[in-house]
């Protein structure tokens, strides 16, 4: 059974950084393209980053240069660094899995997904 479990939301002023993870189980890592999307009630999901397995990385224009996705493939943990955060980017972040072999982009689905955690921010 896969499993994406993310952590290290929670609430920061603006122009504050947090770090976020997603512990991956049940997949085989390394063969899966992983990303971050973000949602706000109301709203629809939008792809944040993205990191192929080949260690590609995408970004959406509003967060390139403030944030940073990596990968530990021996830990099965994706990252996002997150730094001069903005009140536009609070919301509800989750993590995403796809299979290496399909379109992995900011505008695609993924075939797994994590349950998400909140992200608020004050100004």
């Known amino acids: 059974q896969v499993q994406l479990v993310e952590s290290g939301g929670g609430s920061v002023q603006a122009g504050g950084s947090l770090r976020l993870s997603c512990a991956a189980s049940?997949?085989?890592?390394?063969?899966?393209?992983m990303g971050w999307f973000r949602q706000v009630p109301g709203k629809e999901r939008e792809g944040v980053a993205r990191?192929?397995?080949?260690?590609?990385?995408l970004y959406r224009d509003s967060v390139r240069g403030r944030f940073t996705i990596s990968r530990d493939n021996a830990k099965k943990t994706l990252y996002l660094q997150m730094n001069n955060l903005k009140p536009e980017d609070a919301a509800n972040y989750y993590c995403?899995?796809?299979?290496?072999?399909?379109?992995?982009?900011?505008?695609?689905?993924?075939?797994?997904w994590g349950k998400g955690t909140l992200v608020t921010i004050s100004s």
């Open positions: 049940g997949l085989t890592y390394n063969m899966y393209c």
């Open positions: 995403a899995a796809t299979v290496g072999w399909k379109y992995c982009g900011l505008d695609s689905g993924a075939d797994y």
């Open positions: 990191i192929s397995t080949t260690e590609n990385t």
